[in-house]
């Protein structure tokens, strides 16, 4: 497979949290704002990049039978890396993430990635598939929590610039359902619009 493709994968045609619909579960509960969905993103970046690589380098040793608890390992030792790291560096965005920077252990995007690509493929191909995947997570996330933030806080970044209270719906849950939603549908649109203008080719 062509190197760019499998680093460009994750951002449109493959995006974890808006076309395969992965890691649905912190895209809903740390997108408040875009801040935390930078941080949760680019944090389970690096146990994507960190855990492919490790799985790719040591897939001929794991023997099939305990593959998935081997990968959960990696993948753990990792995340506690990268959890420890947030504490010490950046206290803050530890305390606004909470729980959800340790269940990355748990998020079904890295152990998907490990099975379906880090197990089968070279190392250097791993870490492009864990970067392009992690920074497409990030994207959505960020989206999410730039518009939430944006209608419910009347802030960008953290920094406010709309007097008075926002539409508190989009701080809340059923608002990260509705931005989520409309999120996936204009993700949609895109596919679609390029498979109309192929048949159009064609049919000249």
């Given amino acids: 497979m062509n190197k760019l493709k499998i680093f460009t994968n994750g951002f449109i045609k493959e995006n974890p949290a808006l076309v395969l619909i992965l890691g649905t579960c912190p895209a809903l509960a740390v997108t408040t704002s875009a801040m935390n969905g930078l941080g949760m993103g680019l944090a389970t970046t690096f146990v994507l990049v960190m855990s492919n690589a490790i799985i790719s380098l040591l897939r ?18 990792f995340v506690s890396i990268v959890d420890l790291l947030i504490q010490g560096f950046v206290p803050a965005l530890a305390e606004s993430l909470g729980i959800f920077i340790p269940l990355i252990v748990v998020n079904c995007i890295v152990l998907g990635r490990a099975e379906a690509f880090a197990s089968k493929n070279t190392v250097f191909d791993s870490i492009l ?19 939430r933030e944006l209608l ?10 709309i007097e008075g209270d926002g539409i508190l719906i989009f ?22 619009k390029k498979s109309k203008e192929t048949e159009n080719v064609k049919t000249e």
């Fill in 60 to 77: 001929n040793f794991i023997p099939d039978k305990v593959r998935i608890p081997a990968f959960i390992v990696i993948i753990a030792t």
């Fill in 129 to 147: 598939d864990g970067l392009g995947m992690g920074l497409g997570f990030t994207l959505a996330l960020f989206v999410m929590g730039f518009f």
């Fill in 152 to 161: 419910g806080n009347g802030a960008i970044l953290g920094h406010k610039f």
């Fill in 171 to 192: 701080v809340l849950a059923p608002g990260a359902f509705l931005v989520y939603g409309f999120t996936i549908a204009l993700m949609n649109l895109l596919p679609k």
